[in-house]
């Protein structure tokens, strides 16, 4: 049996390596798991970039994992069996009253990035061994390939979006921005019964788009979305507005872009520098407006994220940009933060 994870980590800015710990002592309550790919998130690749430096270093970074399990711990449940893929819930204990009303994403426990005794910070993701405490792992279909088993955490997200949202089957459901959330949150979004318009303005992004079904997709540098997007609405406007980007421009084409009455915004992606929003309060109260945030996902969307892509009822093999071995880690983080790059994949 091997007793060494090799994993990717985060020394500096600019500076990813492959690193070599021994792998944990397994738990009661623990899983070995052979981890197969781990896609790089935005994240992983800002911090890479140097934009976020409230993230420490060294960071072994990397949730959005695929795996098999190896080996249990004694108390493990028994229908999870050596040999089946998993994918991984974001961390929570279970114990507290968030995680014991539902709400996992609100756990008091939850450490952030924590920081192990050998001194790596976060979940070693890039890692080709983890240790992994049993209650986090979702089965996936065996037939699903790894890198598409690792879009289980960016599913749940946008899902968790969705039911806050509560899209109505047969609204108006603009996205804007067709990045991998965009064209995951618009696959959700027809998948809930939306009809579904596309704001994009880079050329690659508005092709990907098409390539998934998607006809009214707005290309913004040639055209004025508010205009089109009621132009498509005999003139009413969008019924629900996804912002899968964050920026005060995007933000003012939203309001513009929204029905008069009771039309509802979420707000799933952050933006940085921080973006304004420009809305008095007594338009929300007369117009009976809708605004609302949402960020991570609970259990009960992580369950549908599972059955959403076990059943290929979204499509993200399009959203794979490439794929590179663990070696390469360095490589990959560097294609991951191309602007208007899918997601990168690391194969472990
Ligand atoms: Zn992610
Ligand atoms: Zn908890």
Same mark, same amino acid.
Request: glycine share 8%; proline share 5%; net charge neutral.
């Given at each position: 049996?091997?007793?060494?994870?090799?994993?990717?980590?985060?020394?500096?800015?600019?500076?990813?390596?492959?690193?070599?710990?021994?792998?944990?002592?397994?738990?009661?309550?623990?899983?070995?798991?052979?981890?197969?790919?781990?896609?790089?998130?935005?994240?992983?690749?800002?911090?890479?970039?140097?934009?976020?430096?409230?993230?420490?270093?060294?960071?072994?970074?990397?949730?959005?994992?695929?795996?098999?399990?190896?080996?249990?711990?004694?108390?493990?449940?028994?229908?999870?069996?050596?040999?089946?893929?998993?994918?991984?819930?974001?961390?929570?204990?279970?114990?507290?009253?968030?995680?014991?009303?539902?709400?996992?994403?609100?756990?008091?426990?939850?450490?952030?990035?924590?920081?192990?005794?050998?001194?790596?910070?976060?979940?070693?993701?890039?890692?080709?061994?983890?240790?992994?405490?049993?209650?986090?792992?979702?089965?996936?279909?065996?037939?699903?390939?790894?890198?598409?088993?690792?879009?289980?955490?960016?599913?749940?997200?946008?899902?968790?979006?969705?039911?806050?949202?509560?899209?109505?089957?047969?609204?108006?459901?603009?996205?804007?921005?067709?990045?991998?959330?965009?064209?995951?949150?618009?696959?959700?979004?027809?998948?809930?019964?939306?009809?579904?318009?596309?704001?994009?303005?880079?050329?690659?992004?508005?092709?990907?788009?098409?390539?998934?079904?998607?006809?009214?997709?707005?290309? $913004? /540098?040639?055209? *004025?979305?508010?205009?089109?997007?009621? +132009? #498509?609405?005999?003139?009413?406007? %969008? &019924?629900?507005?996804?912002?899968?980007?964050?920026?005060?421009?995007?933000?003012?084409?939203?309001?513009?872009?929204?029905?008069?009455?009771?039309?509802?915004?979420?707000?799933?992606?952050?933006?940085?520098?921080?973006?304004?929003?420009? $809305? /008095?309060?007594? *338009?929300?109260?007369?117009?009976?407006? +809708? #605004?609302?945030?949402?960020?991570? %996902? &609970?259990?009960?969307?992580?369950?549908?994220?599972?059955?959403?892509?076990?059943?290929?009822?979204?499509?993200?093999?399009?959203?794979?940009?490439?794929?590179?071995?663990?070696?390469?880690?360095?490589?990959?983080?560097?294609?991951?933060? $191309?602007?208007?790059?899918?997601?990168?994949?690391?194969?472990?």
């Amino acid at each position: 049996m091997v007793d060494k994870m090799k994993f990717g980590v985060l020394i500096r800015a600019h500076q990813a390596e492959v690193h070599e710990r021994p792998i944990p002592e397994l738990g009661d309550n623990e899983v070995l798991i052979k981890q197969e790919a781990c896609n790089i998130c935005t994240t992983d690749y800002g911090q890479w970039m140097g934009l976020r430096e409230h993230q420490p270093y060294p960071m072994a970074g990397g949730h959005e994992v695929s795996g098999i399990v190896v080996k249990k711990g004694k108390n493990v449940r028994k229908d999870l069996y050596i040999g089946d893929r998993v994918a991984y819930m974001h961390y929570f204990c279970g114990e507290c009253d968030a995680c014991r009303s539902g709400y996992t994403s609100d756990c008091i426990n939850n450490p952030g990035f924590p920081k192990w005794p050998d001194g790596y910070y976060g979940f070693f993701g890039f890692a080709d061994y983890n240790v992994k405490d049993a209650k986090l792992l979702i089965k996936m279909n065996k037939d699903l390939p790894p890198e598409q088993a690792g879009f289980l955490e960016p599913v749940s997200t946008v899902i968790q979006g969705a039911k806050r949202i509560k899209i109505i089957p047969g609204e108006t459901v603009v996205v804007v921005g067709a990045g991998t959330m965009g064209l995951i949150n618009a696959q959700v979004a027809r998948l809930y019964g939306g009809r579904v318009i596309i704001t994009e303005m880079m050329e690659r992004k508005i092709e990907k788009a098409r390539k998934l079904g998607f006809e009214d997709v707005i290309n $913004i /540098s040639k055209e *004025d979305p508010a205009k089109k997007v009621k +132009e #498509l609405t005999n003139g009413k406007g %969008a &019924d629900v507005i996804i912002m899968a980007v964050g920026n005060s421009k995007a933000n003012q084409q939203a309001l513009d872009m929204l029905k008069k009455l009771r039309g509802k915004i979420l707000f799933f992606a952050a933006g940085f520098p921080i973006p304004e929003l420009k $809305i /008095s309060s007594n *338009d929300i109260h007369y117009r009976k407006m +809708e #605004l609302i945030g949402t960020y991570n %996902a &609970d259990i009960d969307s992580f369950f549908d994220a599972a059955e959403y892509l076990n059943k290929r009822l979204i499509n993200v093999q399009p959203l794979i940009e490439e794929s590179f071995p663990l070696e390469y880690i360095q490589k990959a983080f560097e294609i991951a933060s $191309i602007p208007g790059n899918y997601r990168v994949s690391v194969k472990l």
